[in-house]
């Protein structure tokens, strides 16, 4: 089990459950130290003082906060202190919406709560919320307090848990006026071509249909270099051209993707022809070849790629 990140109770109305919150994923990003690069040895950060030239200890290090002028306002910790939110050890539920109703643009950080103990009270309760979350598909809105931070939570059934995401506050997404609409209205054959290609490449949400890919290639640089050969540098990839007849190509997109009609072959539904794929970037190829688990697709080159797809 994850090691928990908050400890507290779940309320609403006058129901309190005794629950721990744990993360929901797992950073599996690869890490690298600083390192000199003439002695191998790593390299440590200081803190110089750009008056005095002179290391400031960390115990004696400010906050200023930057005004449009560039005059700086200096902000105590006392300062902060004042601001800090009421400290609570509660998760407090104030209203329940749809969960269809919730843009996922709102979403922040995801983490699951858990009952704390065996206690059949609080067992009962727990699965209570859960089944009915999941029966009446809404979502709980709150706020609760982790460390300093204040911040607004959504919870909803998952996999028999609760789930608890972090949200964005409403200030922190853009509005859509303030983004620019992107090109004419396309024709109704257009849609309706596009609706048929979807269609067609439409499967069942598997996440581990889809592999970090430049993870995998960053692992084999490690391997490489751990046994002291050497890494070629990539080909440089030509950016595809954008597509001048958007129905010839949908069209050709759709009538590849049919039995028959993709390759000699034609035993995939997904095989696409050769004048598409080499217009593709050798990212998208990899993509792609991850969706029809070509064997060793991580070491191909772009060529091989489409010779493998095609």
Same mark, same amino acid.
């Given at each position: 089990?994850?090691?928990?990140?908050?400890?507290?109770?779940?309320?609403?109305?006058?129901?309190?459950?005794?629950?721990?919150?744990?993360?929901?994923?797992?950073?599996?990003?690869?890490?690298?130290?600083?390192?000199?690069?003439?002695?191998?040895?790593?390299?440590?950060?200081?803190?110089?003082?750009?008056?005095? *030239?002179?290391?400031?200890?960390?115990?004696?290090? &400010?906050? @200023?906060? =930057?005004?449009?002028?560039?005059? %700086? $306002?200096?902000? /105590?910790?006392?300062?902060?202190?004042?601001?800090?939110?009421?400290?609570?050890?509660?998760?407090?539920?104030?209203?329940?919406?749809?969960?269809?109703?919730?843009?996922?643009?709102?979403?922040?950080?995801?983490?699951?709560?858990?009952?704390?103990?065996?206690?059949?009270?609080?067992?009962?309760?727990?699965?209570?919320?859960?089944?009915?979350?999941?029966?009446?598909?809404?979502?709980?809105?709150?706020r609760f307090v982790m460390r300093t931070k204040e911040y607004l939570v959504l919870l909803r059934a998952r996999g028999g848990r609760l789930a608890l995401t972090t949200l964005l506050w409403h *200030?922190?997404?853009?509005?859509?006026?303030?983004? &620019?609409? @992107?090109? =004419?209205?396309?024709?109704?054959? %257009? $849609?309706?071509? /596009?609706?048929?290609?979807?269609?067609?490449?439409?499967?069942?949400?598997?996440?581990?249909?889809?592999?970090?890919?430049?993870?995998?290639?960053?692992?084999?640089?490690?391997?490489?270099?751990?046994?002291?050969?050497?890494?070629?540098?990539?080909?440089?990839?030509?950016?595809?051209?954008?597509?001048?007849?958007?129905?010839?190509?949908?069209?050709?997109?759709?009538?590849?993707?049919?039995?028959?009609?993709?390759?000699?072959?034609?035993?995939?539904?997904?095989?696409?022809?050769?004048?598409?794929?080499?217009?593709?970037?050798?990212?998208?190829?990899?993509?792609?070849?991850?969706?029809?688990?070509?064997?060793?697709?991580?070491?191909?080159?772009?060529?091989?790629?489409?010779?493998?797809?095609?």
């Open positions: 089990m994850p090691r928990p990140l908050w400890t507290g109770s779940l309320s609403f109305g006058l129901v309190n459950v005794p629950v721990v919150l744990v993360t929901a994923t797992r950073d599996q990003a690869l890490r690298f130290r600083q390192l000199n690069e003439k002695t191998h040895r790593p390299v440590e950060v200081k803190r110089f003082c750009s008056a005095e *030239d002179a290391e400031v200890p960390y115990e004696q290090v &400010a906050h @200023g906060y =930057e005004l449009d002028d560039g005059n %700086l $306002v200096i902000v /105590t910790d006392e300062d902060l202190e004042t601001v800090e939110p009421r400290k609570t050890r509660t998760v407090e539920v104030d209203s329940f919406v749809p969960l269809a109703d919730v843009d996922p643009v709102f979403f922040d950080h995801p983490y699951v709560l858990l009952p704390i103990g065996d206690s059949e009270g609080t067992l009962r309760a727990y699965q209570l919320l859960v089944e009915v979350m999941q029966s009446s598909e809404r979502a709980a809105l709150g *200030d922190e997404v853009r509005d859509r006026s303030e983004i &620019a609409p @992107g090109g =004419e209205k396309p024709s109704e054959a %257009l $849609v309706e071509q /596009t609706v048929n290609l979807i269609e067609a490449m439409g499967v069942e949400w598997d996440p581990t249909r889809y592999e970090d890919h430049y993870r995998e290639r960053l692992l084999a640089v490690i391997e490489s270099k751990r046994k002291g050969g050497t890494v070629k540098a990539p080909e440089v990839e030509k950016e595809p051209a954008p597509t001048p007849d958007l129905m010839a190509a949908l069209e050709a997109t759709l009538a590849g993707m049919k039995p028959g009609g993709g390759g000699s072959d034609g035993a995939s539904k997904r095989r696409s022809s050769r004048d598409e794929l080499e217009g593709l970037t050798k990212q998208q190829l990899q993509e792609r070849a991850a969706k029809e688990d070509v064997s060793g697709r991580s070491k191909m080159t772009k060529d091989e790629l489409v010779d493998a797809l095609s």
